[in-house]
């Protein structure tokens, strides 16, 4: 994919994130980001098959269009709160294959199954 794909992608996914639980109107979506109608259905066609988002048919202003919304959510601090890596003294020894590992952490591995479940609201400490 070009650069300006990759750049465009990268700002409707912005757009729809930043949308959050209401979403955003496709006809919205491409508005903003000054592409065709075409353009804008192609990229929520492809976020759609991708997992990321879903697409609601809508009647807007008398003619159908689609809602998208996020089913994913970027990554935020929020979901990072709390993990032992964070205050780790051994984190500069630590990658696969070095004396200390994520692979094979005892603390990492209990963060994550106590946290796990959390990915809507981020890990509690
Ligand atoms: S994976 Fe374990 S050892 Fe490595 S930085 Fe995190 S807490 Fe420290």
Redesign the pocket.
């Known amino acids: 994919m070009s650069r300006r794909g990759n750049e465009l992608e990268h700002r409707a996914l912005q757009l729809i994130f930043d949308a959050e639980g209401e979403g955003i109107l496709q006809s919205e979506m491409w508005k903003k980001l000054g592409v065709s109608s075409r353009e804008g259905s192609r990229l929520a066609l492809k976020f759609e098959e991708k997992g990321i988002i879903e697409r609601q048919k809508v009647l807007h202003n008398g003619r159908w269009t689609y809602r998208l919304q996020s089913i994913r959510q970027p990554v935020t601090l929020d979901s990072i709160r709390g993990?032992?890596?964070l205050r780790?003294d051994?984190?500069d020894k630590?990658f696969p294959g070095g004396s200390?590992?994520?692979i094979n952490?005892r603390?990492?591995t209990e963060w994550i199954m106590a946290n796990a479940g959390d990915a809507d609201t981020g890990p509690s400490t």
Do not use: V
Request: a neutral charge.
């Open positions: 993990c032992p890596c780790c051994d984190i630590c200390r590992s994520p952490c603390q990492l």
